[in-house]
Nanobody, 127 residues
Framework: QVQLVESGGGLVQAGGSLRLSCAASGRTLTSYGMGWFRQAPGKEREFVATINWYDGDTYYRDSVRGRFTISRDTAKNTVYLQMNSLKPEDTAVYYC????????????????????WGQGTQVTVSS
Protein backbone atom coordinates (compact mmCIF):
# COMPACT_ATOMS: atom_id res chain seq x y z
CA GLN A 1 0.00 0.00 0.00
CA VAL A 2 1.02 3.55 -0.71
CA GLN A 3 0.04 6.26 1.73
CA LEU A 4 -0.13 9.84 0.47
CA VAL A 5 -0.33 12.99 2.54
CA GLU A 6 -0.80 16.39 0.87
CA SER A 7 0.06 19.76 2.34
CA GLY A 8 0.59 23.32 1.24
CA GLY A 9 -2.89 24.47 0.29
CA GLY A 10 -4.31 27.80 1.36
CA LEU A 11 -5.77 31.12 0.34
CA VAL A 12 -3.92 33.27 -2.18
CA GLN A 13 -4.75 36.27 -4.35
CA ALA A 14 -4.97 35.96 -8.10
CA GLY A 15 -1.52 36.09 -9.62
CA GLY A 16 0.06 34.56 -6.55
CA SER A 17 1.82 31.25 -6.02
CA LEU A 18 1.50 28.15 -3.88
CA ARG A 19 3.48 24.94 -3.65
CA LEU A 20 1.71 21.72 -2.81
CA SER A 21 3.58 18.76 -1.40
CA CYS A 22 2.65 15.09 -1.39
CA ALA A 23 4.64 12.83 0.91
CA ALA A 24 4.49 9.16 -0.04
CA SER A 25 5.21 6.16 2.15
CA GLY A 26 4.72 2.43 2.15
CA ARG A 27 6.36 1.39 -1.11
CA THR A 28 9.20 2.15 -3.45
CA LEU A 29 7.81 4.42 -6.14
CA THR A 30 10.16 3.55 -8.99
CA SER A 31 7.41 1.87 -11.00
CA TYR A 32 4.75 4.47 -10.20
CA GLY A 33 3.29 7.49 -11.86
CA MET A 34 2.31 10.32 -9.54
CA GLY A 35 -0.46 12.71 -10.38
CA TRP A 36 -2.29 15.76 -9.16
CA PHE A 37 -6.02 16.09 -9.66
CA ARG A 38 -8.46 18.76 -8.53
CA GLN A 39 -12.13 19.07 -7.85
CA ALA A 40 -13.95 22.39 -7.79
CA PRO A 41 -17.35 22.74 -6.09
CA GLY A 42 -20.09 21.21 -8.18
CA LYS A 43 -17.65 19.83 -10.76
CA GLU A 44 -16.07 16.51 -11.60
CA ARG A 45 -12.57 15.77 -10.45
CA GLU A 46 -10.09 16.56 -13.23
CA PHE A 47 -6.51 15.73 -14.09
CA VAL A 48 -3.95 18.48 -13.52
CA ALA A 49 -0.45 17.03 -13.95
CA THR A 50 1.52 13.82 -13.76
CA ILE A 51 5.13 12.79 -13.37
CA ASN A 52 6.69 9.43 -13.99
CA TRP A 53 8.79 8.50 -10.98
CA TYR A 54 11.18 6.40 -13.05
CA ASP A 55 12.42 9.05 -15.49
CA GLY A 56 10.80 12.28 -14.38
CA ASP A 57 8.76 12.82 -17.53
CA THR A 58 5.82 15.16 -17.00
CA TYR A 59 2.50 16.02 -18.61
CA TYR A 60 -0.04 18.77 -17.89
CA ARG A 61 -3.58 19.70 -18.71
CA ASP A 62 -3.65 22.58 -21.17
CA SER A 63 -5.07 25.17 -18.79
CA VAL A 64 -2.14 24.88 -16.34
CA ARG A 65 0.74 24.23 -18.72
CA GLY A 66 3.30 27.00 -18.35
CA ARG A 67 1.95 28.03 -14.93
CA PHE A 68 2.22 24.81 -12.90
CA THR A 69 5.25 22.59 -12.49
CA ILE A 70 5.21 19.06 -11.12
CA SER A 71 8.43 17.66 -9.72
CA ARG A 72 9.68 14.91 -7.45
CA ASP A 73 12.33 14.50 -4.80
CA THR A 74 13.35 10.85 -4.86
CA ALA A 75 15.32 11.13 -1.62
CA LYS A 76 12.29 12.47 0.24
CA ASN A 77 9.69 10.37 -1.59
CA THR A 78 7.78 13.57 -2.20
CA VAL A 79 6.00 15.06 -5.19
CA TYR A 80 5.46 18.80 -5.55
CA LEU A 81 3.13 20.98 -7.54
CA GLN A 82 4.42 24.51 -7.91
CA MET A 83 1.52 26.73 -8.94
CA ASN A 84 2.28 30.21 -10.27
CA SER A 85 0.07 32.91 -11.78
CA LEU A 86 -2.89 31.44 -10.00
CA LYS A 87 -6.39 32.27 -11.21
CA PRO A 88 -9.75 32.12 -9.42
CA GLU A 89 -10.68 29.18 -11.64
CA ASP A 90 -7.84 27.20 -10.07
CA THR A 91 -9.82 27.13 -6.83
CA ALA A 92 -10.43 23.50 -5.88
CA VAL A 93 -9.50 20.67 -3.58
CA TYR A 94 -6.25 19.25 -4.92
CA TYR A 95 -5.55 15.54 -4.61
CA CYS A 96 -2.31 13.63 -4.97
CA UNK A 97 -2.51 10.15 -6.47
CA UNK A 98 -0.26 7.21 -7.27
CA UNK A 99 -0.71 4.54 -9.91
CA UNK A 100 1.28 1.96 -11.80
CA UNK A 101 1.38 2.31 -15.59
CA UNK A 102 1.31 -0.84 -17.66
CA UNK A 103 4.79 -0.06 -18.90
CA UNK A 104 7.45 1.70 -16.88
CA UNK A 105 7.79 5.23 -18.16
CA UNK A 106 4.25 5.58 -19.53
CA UNK A 107 2.22 8.63 -18.61
CA UNK A 108 -1.04 7.97 -16.81
CA UNK A 109 -3.67 10.70 -16.86
CA UNK A 110 -6.98 8.93 -16.27
CA UNK A 111 -8.42 8.86 -12.78
CA UNK A 112 -9.13 5.13 -13.04
CA UNK A 113 -5.44 4.43 -13.57
CA UNK A 114 -4.62 5.67 -10.08
CA UNK A 115 -4.98 3.29 -7.13
CA UNK A 116 -3.93 5.41 -4.18
CA TRP A 117 -5.19 8.84 -3.20
CA GLY A 118 -4.41 11.44 -0.59
CA GLN A 119 -7.01 13.22 1.49
CA GLY A 120 -6.87 16.46 -0.50
CA THR A 121 -5.84 20.00 0.27
CA GLN A 122 -7.91 23.12 -0.38
CA VAL A 123 -6.60 25.83 -2.69
CA THR A 124 -8.59 29.05 -2.85
CA VAL A 125 -7.67 31.86 -5.23
CA SER A 126 -9.38 35.18 -4.62
CA SER A 127 -9.94 37.72 -7.37
Amino acid sequence: QVQLVESGGGLVQAGGSLRLSCAASGRTLTSYGMGWFRQAPGKEREFVATINWYDGDTYYRDSVRGRFTISRDTAKNTVYLQMNSLKPEDTAVYYCAAGQPQRRGDMIILEVEYDHWGQGTQVTVSS
